[in-house]
C-alpha cells in the first residue's frame, strides 16, 4: 500500500518562502513510471497542477509558478519537497501531493492534504 504524507508549517508570512515535504512509503520515489507531483486547491476554486520530479529526479513546473517554486527529492529518505517563494495570501490552499502513473496517465495515490494559511 502506497502513502504519501504531506508536512510543513500550516502558516507562512507574506513574501516568505512556503516549505513542504511528501514523505512516501510502499514505493520508491525512483520507480520507473512515475512521477511525483505537487498540487494545490485554494478555497473554493479547483485544483491548480504545479509541477512534478520525475523518478530520475527532472522537475517540470506550471509556467504561472516556475518562476517561484522548486521541487527537490531526497531519495535516502524517500521525500520529495516543495517550496514556493514570495508567498502572498493567494497562495492560501490545500496542498496535496500524488503520485502519476506515466503509463495509465492518472493519479493513483495521493496525500490526505495539508492546509497553508498565508497571513501576517
Known amino acids: 500500500q502506497v502513502q504519501l504524507q504531506e508536512s510543513g508549517p500550516g502558516l507562512v508570512k507574506p513574501s516568505q518562502t512556503l516549505s513542504l515535504t511528501c514523505t512516501v512509503s510502499?514505493?520508491?520515489?525512483?520507480?520507473?513510471?512515475?512521477?511525483w507531483s505537487w498540487i494545490r486547491q485554494p478555497p473554493g476554486k479547483g485544483k491548480e497542477w504545479m509541477g512534478i520530479i520525475s523518478n530520475d529526479g527532472r522537475t517540470y513546473y506550471s509556467p504561472s509558478l516556475r518562476n517561484r517554486m522548486s521541487i527537490s527529492r531526497d531519495t535516502s529518505k524517500n521525500h520529495f519537497s516543495l517550496q514556493l517563494s514570495s508567498v502572498t495570501p493567494e497562495d492560501t490552499a490545500v496542498y496535496y501531493c500524488a503520485r502519476k502513473s506515466t503509463i495509465l496517465l492518472g493519479y493513483d495515490y495521493w496525500g490526505q492534504g495539508t492546509q497553508v494559511t498565508v497571513s501576517s
Open positions: 510502499g514505493d520508491s520515489i525512483t520507480t520507473t513510471y512515475y512521477v
